[in-house]
DNA sequence: GGGTTAGTGTGGTCGGACCACACGCCGACC
DNA sequence: GGTCGGCGTGTGGTCCGACCACACTAACCC
């Protein structure tokens, strides 16, 4: 085992027996380095790996927001790992969008009504359609209404999961916007759309959502005419 | 931006660019740092970053086999983070096996009865019922059975995310496979629903093959005693 | 009392050094 | 001529010590 990977070792074990939580802030680097009997070089590698992984946050300077401090963000992590697989061409866009179907319609299906995210997903819908937002600051907040739906269904994971898919192919959708004909039209389509799933997840009527939800996003591609899904 | 996220955003411009791709070499730690205009300690940093997410794979010594070589592997590097955030209680097991559920059921239903991934999980079958493996080895080998049935969907990142989770909740299963009163008849059982999965998706009746799939899952945490699924 | 300044601890970066490793070359030996 | 051994070279792995920017704290001066 290598050095730096002692670190991540040594964290889970804190985290197991209790001795840390999330919130807790992490020893300085020069007393995890000399706890572990390692180099504050080997030991920053392995901070940065939990930085990475999304354990972690540093922050410098001193007071609250300074240090390194657990923290429990396992969307953001995953949205530059899964760029950069994209980059190397082993990742085709269309597992993305077939992975973000799936994930999506059962989110959509398994929605709770009362959940908290609901709240935020019907303040996303107002901003959607009081403001007249351009179409990257729409890509944003409906980027942001389909993670409060799949956060509405309660798995962590999940959540997650959607978080770093839409992040990973943000570009791309965007560019795909840029290529359609009647913005206006489309996005007035997608943000009753929007209305309509919203509703349907409140009157707890997971079936119907999750139908709509697919018909929402194949909708989308297939206007924008990406063949993919 | 930190200098050691240059690594990474650099790397990305070169798999974009079409510079570099999987099975080629990154230039030496040195060299990188110094094309970049970092230190080396920055540098290895970055290439850590990028190995944890598994886009590269670190050798020592010369030949084949030796420098940081750009591979792909998603699933590998997942686990690894998804252990972690299981230890810091924000990720719960429930969540995980709910989300294997979710891929596993749709990979049996999109399952290519041609695929190579089938010749594996054939090979596999046999591996488990020719040789009489014990708890461990027989865990080993369901795990690599149920990843290649997803492969054999044919959806790179739903065949990573399935090798992930299996990892990470590697552990926990072993742990609750101990507790069941009769291991012969349990195993024989998972066995025998191999077989009919196979024979399903080898029938490219998808349909089916989801449905066992869902009860093979269901039945088996529901015999341990899990409540979660 | 209020504004300023020195002190302290944090992560961020750097340069240099040495180590273990694994290959390939090349000379010595048979 | 063929084979075996050892050395050179380049790789990542690790360590040390230093300095920096930052942000807060406390003491200080006016």
New interface residues.
Partial sequence: MRT?QLV?SW??EQ??AGHL??GDRLPGERMVAEQLGISR?SA??GI???E????VRAGVGSGPGAGTV?T?N?GA??G??????M??????IE??V??RL??ET?AAAHARPAAPAMENAAALLEAMESSAPDEKEFLRLDALFHVALADAAG????GA?MSSLRESIEGYTLRLTRTLPDWAATSARLRAEHRDIHNAIRNDDGALAAKMVANHIEGFYKEAGFSGA
Same sequence: chains 1, 2.
């Fill in positions: 730096h991540q964290l889970e985290l197991a939580a999330v070089a920053r590698e940065r790996v939990l990475a992984m999304g354990i657990i429990a396992p992590a995953l530059a790992a899964l760029r950069l697989h980059a190397t061409s082993h990742l085709p597992d993305i077939q992975t799936l994930l059962w798995n962590v994971l999940i999961m």
